[in-house]
């Protein structure tokens, strides 16, 4: 039987289609690095709902606006499709910038796809989590630029998308485990618990996990024990969730 829980991951893909990464100044490891890697195996828990983004969030970012399109993009590091990377690196070669009726078409493609594959699951499910990582150092576009981050952070976007209680259930089980947590700081939540989570009908948090818990960040290689245990406390917690709220 599963779990009346979805967990949502939309940024563990490294693939960028042909004809794109043609366009692309990026080596395949600094692809790999703006995305969450692995994030596939340690939210991958047989017993809950999934929906996974197939492609790199430099082709379309599912957990930004669909309308989140600017005419100045190439000065952006955040949007649905972005131009420059939150460390400040071109995405693309002169002359290849994506034009809007290019980004509309990846909308269309990916954006919808993901979006509509939640809606489906949503007479299944009670409860949505937003599985996420995070650099362990601010990258120099982000408020929190140089300093180092907790462990696990708990997004829920204000309060708006899941209760203090639900909250704190799971900043205290991540504790309880030696971890260090933080609420809201320096992520809360973006488009996909904004447009799909409330407290009142379905309630979801995001949870980002420092990538320094599970892997080396300059190399990007992976540490398979520490994801496994990770994969199990995913599981484990999930499962405690369950009995207490949604039984």
Do not use: W
Not at 8 to 33: M, N, W
């Amino acid at each position: 039987m599963k779990l009346p829980i979805l967990i949502c991951i939309p940024h563990s893909s490294v693939y960028v289609p042909k004809k794109i990464r043609q366009g692309f100044l990026l080596t395949s490891h600094e692809i790999a690095s703006y995305s969450d890697l692995y994030t596939d195996e340690i939210f991958n828990i047989p017993n809950v709902y999934k929906v996974k983004c197939d492609v790199s969030r430099l082709v379309c970012d599912p957990n930004r606006a669909p309308d989140d399109i600017i005419s100045e993009a190439h000065l952006s590091t955040d949007g649905v499709v972005i131009q420059i990377a939150e460390d400040l690196k071109q995405i693309y070669k002169i002359g290849r910038n994506p034009t809007i009726e290019s980004v509309e078409k990846r909308l269309k493609k990916y954006h919808d796809t993901f979006h509509e594959k939640i809606d489906k699951m949503l007479p299944k499910i009670k409860f949505l989590i937003d599985g996420h990582s995070l650099k362990s150092i601010g990258p120099p576009t982000k408020p929190d630029a140089g300093k180092k981050r907790a462990d696990i952070v708990l997004g829920n976007r204000s309060y708006t998308t899941c209760s203090r209680e639900h909250t704190f259930f799971f900043k205290r089980f991540f504790e309880k485990h030696g971890f260090s947590v933080a609420i809201n700081d320096p992520y809360s939540g973006k488009y996909i618990l904004g447009y799909h989570c409330s407290r009142k009908h379905l309630p979801g948090i995001q949870i980002e996990i420092n990538r320094k818990r599970y892997m080396d960040e300059k190399s990007l290689r992976k540490n398979p024990k520490k994801i496994r245990e990770l994969n199990a406390l995913v599981k484990e917690v999930m499962e405690e969730f369950y009995e207490k709220f949604l039984k």
